[in-house]
């Protein structure tokens, strides 16, 4: 059974870093592309990056390059997402989700595991 639990949301004002944290167990993650999507109130979940875990290729939605990053912990099983630069357009409820697929996507409906979600707020 796979878990993910994510942590280190919070309240942070405009041009602020946040780290975000995902604990992934219950399965050997090397076939895996692990993603972060994003929902706002009243919108729906978008993707925000993905890394593949072996390899380590990264894809981001345009309104994030050059101020995201996404990386992964072999030791600790662990998917990270370091925000820079936030903007409160950033606020949502990020979540942490993985899938065998073979190539990195995008579309939420492709992910097969998800964990509870962390919130984040960023204001002005």
């Known amino acids: 059974q796979v878990q993910l639990v994510e942590s280190g949301g919070g309240l942070v004002q405009a041009g602020d870093s946040l780290r975000l944290s995902c604990a992934a167990s219950?399965?050997?993650?090397?076939?895996?592309?692990m993603g972060w999507f994003r929902q706002a109130p009243g919108k729906e979940r978008e993707f925000v990056a993905a890394?593949?875990?072996?390899?380590?290729?990264?894809i981001y939605t345009d309104s994030v390059k050059g101020r995201f990053t996404i990386s992964r912990d072999y030791a600790k099983n662990t998917v990270y997402l370091q925000m820079n630069s936030l903007k409160p357009e950033d606020t949502a409820v990020y979540y942490c989700a993985a899938t065998r697929n073979l190539v990195i996507v995008t579309t939420a409906s492709a992910y097969n595991y998800w964990g509870q979600g962390t919130q984040v707020t960023v204001s002005s």
């Open positions: 219950g399965r050997t993650f090397d076939t895996y592309i």
């Open positions: 890394i593949r875990w072996s390899g380590g290729r990264t």
